[in-house]
């Protein structure tokens, strides 16, 4: 862009902010690291090394549900399968992917140098990456989850599932919400404080309202999963009653708090990925998104009704007919800002220019199956229909689109978008355009059967059925749709490995977009921007053609900061400079902290209580390390660029 | 062409209260934290209300050492905000003393709650009344640990000399932390000890 190559920083200046920043190299560094952009790529890499291993775990399921009456897998086998895929998927891969994307992109897109705790950044990381392990532990011992992700009490209670698989899940899960705790509350502070000069909540990029939703959503939705886990466990190990009807506990109190979480975080996997769409779908469409404010609110305004839905997942509970009025109406004015978003960006592609290029082909797709898997949800937020499928196959149909094609795709999508920022290299255009069809019609062929599978009968979470039910046509469909769409991912992967080393130079902004990401180099600097941008508008790089915008974003003037490590603070509202944030740099207490959290987890899973007791311990040495007061600074003139 | 200068206007840096990153974190770790004893007392209600029999079994609890107990929780609440106050407005001149009164508060409200504890006719696995019981009362006294533990690093960073600035970010985010732990309190107070009292 000329208005950045018009006014570059001088080249020492500009090394000088780079060796400020850099991680130190070597095994100590990639220990030590709290740049964002490492660690959103981890996140990212670490996510979809999940979602090949719950990908594999669904393709050994399909192989045993081809025909009727398979041998292949053993119910209990089965039973930690489709556990363990529904763990993994949901928990492991679905909303850490999210985080790795913001956490990359939150600091360039908000024109900042580094999240507003970055060793609280490295911390989320090393804790999911460590609670991730854990809830894999129990493989090798054949001791795996297997209640479901979902995980119902009585079930999982100590009568009918002795082993240790369930108290895995219930400790690994309280382990994973510490992650997505502490990696919610850095986006919401980041968000509050550290956007650049001039933008005001009106001007931020949607995935940035998308993922702020998310995490507020999940600062107050996770500790209701993690105490029924704590609850469970509890009973588990202790013989409390909380869901044991023998000592007056309530097993549907496990479902409510499940649920009370469940369907909130549902939500927060999908509103970031929609966030996605809406900021990359119309750079594929030469215009600014219609209707931006509209699309803003009904991200927020989703989330909140979505903490008032979740008896829609208890309808067959026997529960009182004035609760399930309530929560059917709920869920059905729900669709009412999704269907705001969908034809936000129909009206986007309606009245732009479509550029077909992959991402353009993922995010249009994932319009389409975002509009099945949203009317197949409208239909079951009708309590009699819901009646009627509730626990069958049609219900595995609808979570299916919604979560994949409101999560998956948009987020291959995303990483075709934004895979040159990271690594300086387009992707293939053609394996790319290769991979989508290949994903999107496997996808239909695995995933719109079970519909009709789910209409005619077929219940979900069984490891076989009988032949003359009269389905083993459908389910083999079903099988090759699924293998299909696995080769599409494996298409996906096969591009992005090629295209790290043979794919085309990218440049600084390869799609033409408008918001900050695009104005740094690709790979972007350990500081991001050698100078702090002053945003005066939503599309900072489209200013000269768009006619409505009069002011003019400094790009190439503004904020120096070159002091150790500086970024800006702002206020929340307006984003008016009123700090100067000085940053941390490298640092082992992230990872020493997880692994002291991983030792308490494990001691308690052994009910080894003197290595919980060390893990417990050896955390609160390092948080009081950690938050050790740094010796008072003094007010500064900030130094500037200009 | 532009050149490196240094801007006109002083900016603090890293900054205390609202200033400071910190102190928005805190209020995201009150935040998560809150709703956990929200979700905590929704649990203890809907096993009570759905209970056969009677909830709490045997009675309304006493309040003989609770409702004493509870002012001892507010009043620790109340000594930490006069001291630091007056610390930030240099009328004293360390907060160590208040911080000590505040932890030794907070050590008997322990106290008081272990013996109350130690009264109760019934052990963790009677029922889902004492697990709920027990659990609620349990995350509160843990809470109240955390801070206690709080309050005396803070107090060993204060003897050390490393508080010196005025306002200090470590003691404001003590403080939030602490009076969280007392508001909480009133809830689970509430809950269980005044809404099964008959008139």
């Not at chain 1, 030469?286 to 979740?310: E, K, S």
């Not at chain 2, 009043?75 to 911080?99: H, K, N």
Request: overall charge neutral.
């Amino acid at each position: 862009m000329a208005t950045i190559a018009r006014n570059r920083l001088p080249d020492q200046e500009r090394e000088k902010l780079r060796a400020t920043w850099e991680t130190a190299p070597g095994v100590y560094g990639w220990f030590a690291t709290v740049d964002h952009k490492q660690i959103g790529i981890r996140y990212l890499v670490t996510s979809i090394v999940f979602l090949l291993i719950g990908g594999v775990e669904a393709l050994v399921m399909r192989v045993q549900l081809a025909q009727p009456g398979m041998k292949l897998l053993a119910p209990e086998q089965y039973d930690q399968l489709f556990s363990l895929h529904g763990v993994t998927m949901i928990f492991l891969y679905a909303l850490p992917v999210l985080s790795g994307f913001s956490n990359y992109l939150w600091p360039l897109m908000l024109g900042s140098r580094d999240m507003a705790f970055p060793r609280v950044n490295a911390l989320s990381y090393w804790l999911y990456l460590l609670s991730g392990v854990f809830l894999y532990v129990g493989v090798p011992l054949g001791q795996a989850p297997n209640g479901g992700w979902f995980n119902y009490v009585p079930y999982t209670s100590r009568e009918y599932d002795p082993g240790i698989n369930i108290d895995i899940y219930a400790l690994g899960l309280i382990f994973l919400g510490i992650s997505t705790a502490v990696g919610s509350a850095n986006f919401v502070v980041t968000l509050l404080r550290t956007r650049a000069p001039g933008m005001s909540i009106n001007r931020m990029p949607i995935l940035v309202w998308g993922t702020v939703t998310a995490s507020a959503a999940n600062l107050l939705a996770v500790p209701s999963v993690s105490l029924a886990c704590l609850m469970l466990w509890l009973d588990r190990s202790f013989g409390a009653h909380f869901f044991e009807v023998s000592g007056h506990g309530q097993p549907l109190l496990w479902q409510h708090l499940f649920w009370a979480f469940g369907h909130p975080w549902v939500y927060a996997l999908v509103l970031p990925a929609m966030g996605i769409v809406s900021d990359a779908l119309p750079v594929f469409c030469r215009r600014p998104l219609v209707g931006y404010t509209a699309v803003a609110l009904a991200t927020v305004t989703t989330m909140v009704i979505g903490f008032g839905v979740w008896v829609h997942h208890m309808f067959a509970t026997g529960l009182p007919a004035m609760a399930i009025s309530f929560f059917s109406a709920a869920s059905i004015i729900i669709a009412i800002p999704s269907a705001i978003a969908v034809f936000s960006w129909l009206a986007t592609i309606w009245t732009g220019q479509p550029v077909f290029r992959t991402p353009f082909l993922f995010f249009a797709g994932f319009v389409i199956l975002f509009v099945i898997g949203g009317v197949s949800g409208f239909m079951t937020a009708s309590a009699a229909l819901d009646w009627q499928l509730t626990d069958t196959y049609f219900v595995v149909a609808h979570l299916h689109y919604v979560l994949l094609g409101i999560n998956l795709f948009p987020v291959v999508g995303g990483i075709y978008y934004w895979f040159p920022k990271m690594t300086g290299r387009m992707m293939g255009e053609r394996l790319g355009r290769w991979s989508f069809w290949t994903m999107f019609i496997g996808f239909n062929i695995a995933f719109f059967p079970m519909h009709v599978v789910g209409l005619e009968g077929m219940p979900r979470r069984v490891y076989t059925y009988p032949a003359d039910l009269g389905l083993g046509g459908w389910n083999l469909l079903i099988s090759v749709g699924a293998f299909l769409f696995a080769a599409g991912i494996l298409l996906f992967l096969v591009n992005l490995v090629l295209s790290l080393s043979r794919g085309a130079p990218a440049g600084p902004n390869p799609w033409d977009a408008p918001t900050l990401e695009w104005a740094t180099s690709s790979p972007p600097p350990p500081h991001n921007f050698d100078i702090i941008p002053i945003v005066a508008s939503r599309h900072p790089l489209w200013e000269d053609r768009l006619e409505e915008v009069e002011e003019r974003s400094q790009l190439d003037r503004g904020y120096l900061l070159d002091v150790g490590r500086e970024t800006i603070g702002t206020t929340p509202m307006d984003a008016e400079p009123n700090v100067i944030l000085r940053m941390p740099g490298d640092s082992l207490l992230p990872l020493g902290l997880a692994l002291c959290v991983t030792l308490l987890f494990l001691g308690l899973l052994a009910h080894a209580w003197v290595i919980a007791g060390l893990g417990l311990a050896g955390a609160l040495g390092v948080l009081v390390a950690w938050l050790a007061p740094a010796p008072p600074v003094e007010a500064q003139k900030a130094r500037i660029y200009a | 062409m532009p050149e490196i200068r240094v801007a006109a206007r002083l900016l603090p840096v890293n900054g205390t209260g609202r200033l400071s990153t910190g102190w928005w974190g805190m209020l995201c770790l009150v935040a998560t934290e809150g709703i956990l004893f929200a979700y905590l007392i929704f649990s203890h209600g809907y096993l009570g209300a759905q209970a056969v029999g009677d909830w709490p079994p045997g009675g309304a609890p006493a309040l003989a050492l609770a409702l004493p107990n509870t002012f001892l929780l507010l009043g620790s609440s109340i000594v930490l905000e006069i001291g630091l106050r007056r610390y930030e407005t240099a009328r004293a001149g360390s907060p160590l003393p208040a911080l000590l009164v505040t932890a030794a508060m907070g050590g008997a409200f322990v106290l008081v709650q272990l013996k109350e504890w130690s009264n109760k006719p019934f052990s963790f696995d009677s029922n889902a009344y004492a697990c709920s019981y027990f659990t609620l009362t349990g995350f509160h006294l843990a809470h109240v640990l955390a801070g206690l533990f709080a309050l005396l690093v803070l107090a060993v960073w204060s003897w050390q000399g490393r508080l010196r600035r005025r306002p200090s970010l470590p003691l404001a985010l003590g403080r939030i932390y602490w009076h969280f732990v007392d508001i909480v309190w009133l809830a689970v107070f509430t809950t269980i000890y005044l809404v099964p009292q008959q008139p």
